[in-house]
């Protein structure tokens, strides 16, 4: 029996001063093999997100039934920073995507970084995502690690924009380093990035900004739309296999919006064992107390006409059917290689 009104009735409206949540869905279930140092990088990652993050950014951590002792530090974490306002403890690893999905579908920030438990974030790294937003309406997807090899992945819009809107040219790498980092930390037995990688990047402008054409997706801010868009079913795969092309690129594509990255490099991929290197990187790190001006409004969604989302798959259907039409427009805007 129901006695007396809930209060909240009277207050139904919800309103939250905050614009930007981080998702980190973490599995680390035991401190063996592939996973013996995971844990040191995981305390990298959040402590570094921890203290680059604004005063206008919630966190939140989806555990994915991992081993007791990360479950603990979690919570330890969970108690002393305000940042971390939500966590999730699951018994079953339900994988990266449908953490991802039950995290944003929960929330009503305009921007959600979705971000593997091994980045290392650095300084800056929200101030110039939120600001290539700003710079770009039409972005979806931006990430604070760039790429020279993705301009071709789910970027039919920036062709249209490219085009018509903006300018797209290639310029020098700002951070090859880094880059080359990047591609030391996937363990591949060949590297990914050839010399002429290292060089040069696509790079896509307007007259507020610049931008570098693409991005992967390990970590990523995505207006939420992206993953309403892409959510209407569980994810029935836990990593791989094309599940994110199916709930995140897809998705960003389809609703007309940028695939973008910082022409800087604000973020490191550590793989599963810290280096020396990483704990430089992080003893760097300088606390965050920013409170930024920026408010949810500004990062409404304008996405690409339907015309010109036509266009863009056009462009993308010949580079992806001729290297001979790729070899042209690369050197048509500025590369003059065949080894790109």
Partial sequence: MRIGSNPEKNNK?????????????????????????????????????????????????YNNNSHPDVKNYIDAKYRDFELIDQVFHSKENLGKINAILAASK???????????ADVLF???????????????????????????KVFKMFTANNWYYGFFKGKLTFE?????????????????????????????????????????????????????????????????TKIGGGVERLFID????????????????????????AETWMNEEFNSLIKNNENPNFTAHEFCAKPISFLGRKFGYFVKFVLARSKKSTIMLLNFYGLQSNQY
């Fill in 13 to 61: 409206e919800i309103f939250v001063d905050n614009y930007h949540r981080v998702i980190v869905p973490v599995y680390i279930p035991n401190f063996e093999g592939y996973f013996a140092n995971l844990f040191e990088v995981f305390k990298l990652c959040l402590e570094s997100l921890l203290l680059t993050s604004h005063t206008k950014t919630r966190i939140t951590i």
């Fill in 122 to 148: 650095k300084n800056d790294w929200q101030k110039v995502i939120e600001s290539t937003f700003v710079n770009f309406p039409e972005a979806g997807m931006v990430s604070p690690v760039p790429s020279s």
């Fill in 172 to 236: 020098k790498v700002e951070d090859p380093d880094a880059m080359h980092k990047f591609d030391l930390s996937l363990g591949n037995k060949e590297l990914m990035y050839k010399p002429i990688h290292l060089e040069k990047y696509l790079v896509l402008k307007n007259n507020k900004g610049s931008a570098v054409m693409g991005c992967g997706h390990f970590v990523a801010t995505l207006k939420r739309e992206v993953l309403d868009k892409g959510s209407n079913v569980p994810a029935f």
């Fill in 250 to 273: 897809t998705p960003n594509e389809e609703l007309g919006f940028l695939r973008l990255a910082t022409k800087g490099n604000f973020a490191y991929h550590m793989g599963n064992s």
């Fill in 106 to 116: 929960g929330n009503i920030e305009p921007l959600i970084t979705i971000t593997d």
